[in-house]
């Protein structure tokens, strides 16, 4: 009886200090995101951009905010700006496709994420979510809100805290060393998982926006060949494979989360 009273009273003070431990990590790396998201930038171009926006001047921001870009290519401040005055230009694929550059450097801006909402609410494909997709925003919601950098951190930092607890553990010889090193190892496969899932739907060049009205996608790459079927501006692709024919003729193979597959000119898809 004393012993399973032992080993009761042992497991508590274990989950305890589990929980404390995650929490305090959780809480050390949300301190860090605070301050790694980018700032708005004070470039004067940036600046000529918003006050041609808020001056209702749409096509002027678009000047500026990609006179920004062609300096700081990867400020998601511009991007996210850009995007909205091809909004108000009614150019859908061009706002789609700069949202989805934003958002690999501001996960966590609420003003894009409603707008891109907003955008997709208008746009005419409504191409299905892959199986990727469905992980992001279900089992592993919150790496929604992480950068790739971000993602490289966490688990950097998770792995210091795995081997220097696996290492405190042993050095300690207490109870249920086997057991906390298990659970905490299933963390770190988890998150690590998270990243990697992250990394695959991110990684450069895998996809790319279709930008004009609509775009026939012709099976192989050829004007003469058959079209398979029809895409609109905004709709989402993933990029697979290129053939360059010079600088007068490119095209790219996409496909879509339902298998279809087919060849576009590179002109009309916008990679992210």
Known sequence: MFAIHRFFRSTHVFMHRTITFIFLL???????????QDQPSIDPAF?????AYFANDYAQAVVQFEKVLRDHPDNGYAQYNLGNAFFKLG???KARLYYEKAVLRLPRFQDLQINSDLLKQ??????????GDY????FYFWIGYLTMSEGRILVILLSIGLWGYCVFRILRRQQLVVTSTAIV???????SLGCFIKYHLEKPLAYG????????????????DQVLFTLHEGAKVRLIDH???????KWVKISLPQGQKGWVKAQEVGEI
């Open 26 to 36: 959780l809480l050390f790396f949300s301190s860090l995101l605070s301050f790694a």
């Open 47 to 51: 600046e000529a951009g918003k006050t």
């Open 91 to 93: 150019e859908l694929g």
């Open 122 to 131: 208008k746009l005419t494909d409504a191409v299905e979510k892959s199986f």
């Open 135 to 138: 992980l992001s925003g279900t």
């Open 185 to 191: 190892l299933l963390i770190f496969v988890y998150l």
């Open 209 to 224: 926006v279709i930008l004009p009205k609509s775009s026939d996608v012709r099976a192989s790459y050829q004007e003469k």
């Open 243 to 249: 053939q360059d024919f010079g600088d007068a003729e």
